[in-house]
């Protein structure tokens, strides 16, 4: 019997995740513009990986009404926002959903002693929101992104991440 349980744990699981936030997150990175100081092939990569996580994190969290997923990928003021983001959904009982997420991040500024870098993204995706996990709104959206990050011990953070009417 508590094998049959197992397995229906871990079909739950899988299931949860492929009905979860879109992990399939599409970030196309341009740091060509980068100033004053360009950005180096294996810094671009670790950006784009982290940053890519960032919105699966966002995604999730969001999602699931847990805190969880924000840890690690953020830090300072744009971690205090999605914490309270969070917390109200979760007294409310809503819930969103990011679905079919598609960045296009440009590289504006990357500081002389590589401790910061902001980013410019126009973030295209499916914006739902449910109701004890009903469908209640759904809408597509372009939003434009203000981001900046800051490199950890062992990944890049997102600091601070401002929707803005354009750049």
Known sequence: MSRIVTIFALLLASSLSSFGADSAVRVQLDSTKASPRSVESLTEQVI?????????????????????PLEGAFTGE????????????????????????????????????????????????????????????????????IVLMTPAADRWMVRHL??????
């Open 162 to 167: 401002q929707a803005v009417p354009q750049f």
């Open 48 to 68: 784009l990986r982290d940053y890519r996580f960032a919105w699966t994190s966002i995604a999730q969290a969001l999602e699931f009404n847990t805190l969880d």
């Open 78 to 145: 744009s971690k205090q926002v999605l914490s309270q983001s969070v917390t109200s959904q979760q007294r409310t009982g809503l819930s969103q959903r990011y679905v079919d997420q598609n960045h296009k991040v440009q590289a504006v500024f990357y500081a002389p002693e590589g401790d910061v870098i902001e980013l410019h993204d126009t973030a295209e995706y499916q914006h739902q929101i449910l109701d004890s996990g009903k469908l209640i709104h759904e809408e597509h959206v372009v939003v434009h992104y």
